[in-house]
């Protein structure tokens, strides 16, 4: 566990309350009076639900949840969130509500709480079914329902999310507000334009896989080289992730960054040049191209 989490309930911890934020310092703030409720409790929103409270931008208790897996309801009732008999109880509890269920059945979803009066203008409902359209999600919940989508990722697990989300038509400041706070609270996130969507899918949807295979392979080139396994992993994690603080926090180009690292003639330079050899710049380029182009071709389907 670390430092900030509170163990206000028994059970396991969830999985994002395990993430040490920046100088392991928790996020001082009065729980607010939000009201979230998850349909679909899957590890997407376990994550989201332990961020939430661990930063204290909603709290367990203010939290409502369901799911045809009675283990995950056990699950997340064992840190005192509420769990629910039906989406109507859900939605009576909530002024914000996660659809956190497959792809697929969300357009159904909707439909259902729209029939049953369970919708309304007053409570925002956020996506984060990948491929779901804007149309798709306001044809199904009916007009004047505040609708969100949401793109996140799996590094959402440990609080660190890579995320875009697109306002509906009948949202408002305050909607994007509300779920720049929430996601801000696990992550990072940014407001997009739903046609640049897929590419979000492209870069940071589809993006962990990514950098999985090249921490795989520099940990391969590191046991080539002569490293045990675990260490030479542990040391392409830690250099990626390392890299990565510095060009956020820097907000230098990656290029200027790399410059600033690889010397006349020296090792890190023959590196480059042996990757730039290889092809890796269009690989990675074809990568988030080839995945975007997929978004697209689903979310037609």
Not at 122 to 143: Q, R
Not at 259 to 271: K, L
Request: proline share 5%.
């Amino acid at each position: 566990r670390s430092s900030y989490s509170r163990a206000r309930v028994d059970g396991p911890t969830p999985v994002s309350v395990l993430h040490e934020y920046p100088n392991n310092t928790r996020i001082e703030m009065a729980m607010s009076t939000l009201k979230v409720g998850f349909i679909g409790s899957g590890m997407m929103a376990e994550a989201l639900a332990g961020g939430f409270d661990a930063a204290g931008v909603a709290a367990f208790s203010h939290m409502s949840c369901i799911d045809h897996n009675q283990s995950r309801l056990d699950l997340f009732a064992s840190w005192g969130v509420h769990p629910c008999k039906d989406n109507v109880e859900l939605a009576t509890r909530s002024n914000v509500i996660f659809i956190a269920v497959k792809p697929y059945a969300v357009a159904k979803v909707l439909s259902e709480m729209r029939a049953a009066g369970a919708l309304s203008k007053d409570t925002l409902v956020i996506s984060i079914a990948a491929g779901v359209t804007l149309h798709t999600l306001e044809e199904a919940a009916g007009p004047g329902i505040p609708m969100m989508r949401v793109m996140p990722n799996t590094p959402c697990l440990v609080g660190c999310v890579a995320a875009a989300m697109v306002p509906g038509t009948s949202c408002d400041e305050t909607h994007s507000a509300t779920t720049s706070k929430l996601f801000n609270a696990v992550g990072k996130i940014h407001q997009v334009q739903e046609k640049h969507m897929d590419a979000v899918t492209g870069v940071s949807g589809s993006g962990p896989a990514y950098v999985f295979l090249m921490i795989e392979a520099m940990a391969d080139g590191g046991v080539l080289a002569g490293l045990p396994r675990k260490i030479a992993q542990d040391l392409a994690a830690q250099t990626v992730m390392g890299a990565a603080k510095m060009v956020l926090e820097t907000g230098k180009h990656p290029g200027q960054l790399k410059d600033a690292v690889t010397s006349p003639a020296g090792t890190t330079i023959a590196g480059v040049a042996a990757l730039e050899r290889n092809g890796v710049r269009t690989a990675f380029i074809s990568a988030v191209k080839a995945a975007a182009d997929r978004a697209t071709e689903l979310s037609k389907e």
